[in-house]
């Protein structure tokens, strides 16, 4: 059976995160009631012009330069022309002819290791509006229409779903860490169409489209609904041919959406209202972002397991925050604190942007564990406490246990021995041990806060027993 | 002379009143003996009030105040009826102001009305009007010229002291001259195309009538410059004009071939003899070998980007709708009953020069021959000051002439496209009459920014015929 190939590619489109549209100057904001964000030129009113959206370029620029595309030096856009409702001017303005980044690869994690994966182009391009189908009706929302996206395109290099799942994933994360979108894929700011042919020995034409992929599970389960259909259709000697193919996410099915025998022309020229530029230098030049994959290693190499390192990456700020801490304690010593006690808090590890404390407090925080000034379900109300009321752990730390002077831990110290003098007696008949009971009580008066390690030095001073 | 000037100083001395002058103009306007208006603005009246008002107050600022002033239907006045003499738009009121309407409101103009044109410009008699057609004033049987015909007629008839049009392959300067009145078109760029219905995009510029060549300096002067809202206009570089006569002009030899009518051959040698007896001009012939090649490279560009620029008027947002069955019968509806058989010509023209497959062939092609035209003219200017040269190789033709028959009707551009094709600049002036008392006026062509080498001269020319 292993005489079967698997060649799947991919069409990803990411709506950037800018705070205007890409051609106007209308809110980015899909949050808005529907046709609320919309001026002359958005919804195609006669006599308006372009004007290109100066930080979409640069974002475009930023993620060809983080996956190692090459960028030529002089840009232009063109005109993709067809007719649907959702496009109000009959074209899209995209790029056509040239790409602002060319080749390139994605990092990809797998286990320990990290895989490249190559980036056929990326353009620049505008969303097009987003249409509801209501009882039978479509409505259309142009707030989307216009928002900046980007298209990135794979040649058809994966060979099976899950590859293609942790190729994506690391995309998105590559994403997320250069700031330039949220990737969110249930608002669709981050969405998918996969292509794949399953051959047999020979190499027939057949690539089939799939749309309407609006989550990892769909576009898994989808390639592997698409996988099975051909290769049974293979054994069988059903003809396949080039088509589209829409994903039931409820039937779990793919079903033909359009053959390719009518190709649409889209009639691409370069858009004459926006002149061919030159790429601003500073793009090329400006620092970038730590990526996932540095992350990645350094975590490995501090001896964080992979799979422990995957969760920490979820987030830019907490791969940070931890290496961060791993520059003053191993891992081991804080995981737990970390995976266990923080994270349960965290709802939505990916737009996990910062703490209530930096990392100074957190180191300080262990320190004190550390130390034994925290006792370990003391530390974990801190947390607790912290990550639900957003208050610095420092400032519950001085709360909770405020260190008592010297002279304060003397004067508890003389009153426990008053109140157990018969204690005292056992110790000093040998039974040493029942120290420990004195500075527990010493403990629980100065409610806690103290070092039990100075306390015990205290009471043996005080009882000659040094 | 200057007509502009002469009515402001009425106005400072308190002769007249705004209201006054335009009640003159709008009066003659609303007779539309020749179908030069599709749409009176009835509430420029208010502005004028306003305007009496500070020529009482002594507040006389701006330099189009109180000038009465007529719009091609298709620039945008916010809140008027912008129709582009078509039936998809006969019912679109302008959400906006072009910023030409901006800058000109600013300084005072008062704005009569929207001027008939041939459907979105695309015409050089102004018969493909959906308003029917417009005639010319100095005989109705015959056309005014197009596609800006109205604009000319506005400005001809007293309708208007000045207009805009716009002029994407001669439609500013064939309607001047076929009326008898000055008609500029800037340098591709110096003027905003922001508001500008567009026909060809990489040719349209609006651009100015008058009866007085010192009046089109006048608001060439206003509306000229850098826009923000258009990515393909320049700042107007700050010249100073010294001239040194007698110019070095030269003029097309192929002014005098046989398809031109003599009665123009033989105003044009009197017209030569004119200059070199003033010692205004020394005049040699020149040659362009790409001169044949200029309507066929027209026609290609301009009808392709026509194709899309058109597509967004599909039914959907605004415009004429007539529904269908389903989406696509619901586009073919519209288009089919929207637009006039010119554009739909053009339109299919322009399909089929950008499909994939002809698009190297004729496209692409095109351009190449569009950037040996513009070296053939700045090869020429190395030689010459100043190209001379007739606007149109007939005198006006008559009503109906050449409307069945396309191809006649497109050698009428056969002087004016390739100024649009290079993107300079080019002065349509009106010089003497015709044994029929029909206009005859020629256009003298500049390099980039030549605007102001145009006004001087024909000030002095001006000057020396009266």
Known sequence: MDEFTIKIGVEIHVQLKTNSKMFCSCKVDMSSEPNENICPICTGQPGTLPLPNERAIKYAIIVSRALNSKIPDLLYFSRKNYFYPDLPKGYQITQYGISTGYGGQVPVIKGKEILYFPIERINLEEETAKSFYVNGKVFLDYNRCGIPLLEIVTPPVFDSPDILINFLKSLRRILIYLGV??????????????????????????????????????IKDSLEYEINRQKKAILNNVKLTRETRLWDDLKKETRVMRTKEFVEDYRYFPEPDLPPFEVNKHYLSEEL???????????????????????????????????????KFPFQKFKGWILTEILQYIDDLESLRDLPFNHLDFISFLEKLEEGLIPRHIGQDIIRSSMTNRVNISELIKDKIEIKSVLEINEVVEEIIRENIDVVEKIRAGKVSAISYLVGQTMSKLKGRANPKEIKDIIEKKLNLK | MSLIRKIISNYKEGNNFPSEVLNNFFSKAKENKFNSFITLNEKVFDDADILDRKVREKKIEGRLFGIPISVKDNILVKNLRTTCASKILENYIAPYDATVIERIKREGALIVGKTNLDE???????????????????????????????????????????????????????????????????????????????????????????????????????????????????????????????????????????KVEDEIKEKLDEFILFLEKENVAKIKEFEMESFEYAIAVYYIIACAEASSNLARYDGILYGFKKKGEN??????????????EEVKRRILFGTFVLKSGYYEEYYLKAQKARTKILREFL??????????????????????????????????????????????????????????????????????????????LLKKIESLLN
Do not use: W
């Open chain 1, 181 to 218: 979108s949220d990737c969110n894929m249930e608002r669709g700011e981050f969405r998918v169409d996969t292509n794949i042919s399953v051959n047999f020995k020979e190499v027939f034409d057949h690539r089939v489209e799939i749309k309407n992929l609006n989550s990892l599970s769909a």
């Open chain 1, 289 to 327: 972002p730590l990526l996932p994959d540095y992350y990645f290693k350094e975590l490995i190499n501090n001896g964080v397991d992979p799979k422990e390192a995957e969760i920490i990456l979820s987030s830019p700020f907490l791969a940070d925050f931890t290496l961060k801490i791993l520059e």
């Open chain 2, 120 to 258: 979105f410009a695309m015409g050089s008699s102004n018969e493909y009007s959906y308003f029917g057609p417009a005639f010319n004033p100095f005989d109705k049987e015959r056309v005014p010229g197009g596609s800006s015909g109205g604009s000319a007629i506005s400005v001809a008839n007293d309708e208007a002291v000045l207009s805009l049009g716009s002029d994407t392959g001669g439609s500013v300067r064939l309607p001047a001259s076929f009326c008898g009145v000055y008609g500029l078109k800037p340098t591709y760029g110096a003027v905003s195309r922001y508001g500008l219905i567009a026909f060809a995009s990489s040719l349209d510029q609006i651009g100015p009538f008058s009866k007085y060549v010192e009046d089109l300096e006048i608001i060439f002067d206003v509306i000229k410059g850098k826009d923000e809202k258009d990515n393909t206009s320049v700042k107007y570089p700050d010249l100073k004009v010294e001239i040194g006569y007698p110019l070095k002009i030269g003029v097309l030899k192929e002014s005098f071939s046989d």
């Open chain 2, 327 to 340: 989406l696509l019968s619901m586009y073919e509806n519209t288009r089919t009953h929207g637009f006039g």
């Open chain 2, 379 to 456: 090869k020429n200017f190395e030689k010459f000051d100043l190209l001379l040269m007739p606007v149109s190789p007939t005198l006006p033709f008559k009503i109906k002439e050449k409307v069945e028959d396309p191809l006649k009707m497109y050698l009428s551009d056969i002087f004016t496209v390739s100024v649009n094709l290079a993107g300079l600049p080019a002065i349509a002036f009106p010089y003497t009459f015709s044994k029929n008392n029909l206009p005859i006026g020629f256009q003298f062509i500049g390099k980039f920014f030549d605007e102001y080498l145009f006004f001087s």
